[in-house]
């Protein structure tokens, strides 16, 4: 069983940054690849990026790309979300997954969830 808690949401201005940090326990964190999430008011969650095992392959929604990255450290057991040209659009609830198939980047399947934080960007 594998405890995700995520920190590091907050409200920025448009334009701003934020890096959100999710510490995970209670696992060999290795064995999972990574993933977060977001939901916004009114709508569904939805996949924002995922990091296999290694750090060797990411994947990241169309609408996040070029402004996000997402990271690991295995031996802290953490995964990070660096979020830079934040946009109101973005102003959701970031979850942090971690999901059995360590070596690929999914977008679905993840088995643990944390339980979020508020990201808020500001026009």
């Known amino acids: 069983q594998v405890q995700l808690v995520e920190s590091g949401g907050g409200l920025v201005q448009a334009g701003g940054s934020l890096r959100l940090s999710c510490a995970a326990s209670?696992?060999?964190?290795?064995?999972?690849?990574m993933g977060w999430f977001r939901q916004a008011p009114g709508k569904e969650r939805e996949f924002v990026a995922s990091?296999?095992?290694?750090?060797?392959?990411?994947a990241y929604t169309d609408s996040v790309k070029g402004r996000f990255t997402i990271s690991r450290d295995n031996v802290k057991n953490a995964v990070y979300l660096q979020m830079n040209s934040l946009e109101p659009e973005d102003t959701a609830v970031y979850y942090c997954?971690?999901?059995?198939?360590?070596?690929?980047?999914?977008?679905?399947?993840?088995?643990?969830w944390g339980q979020g934080t508020q990201v808020t960007v500001s026009s």
């Open positions: 209670g696992g060999t964190f290795r064995n999972y690849a």
């Open positions: 990091i296999s095992w290694g750090g060797a392959s990411t």
């Open positions: 997954a971690a999901h059995g198939l360590a070596t690929s980047v999914p977008r679905t399947g993840y088995n643990y």
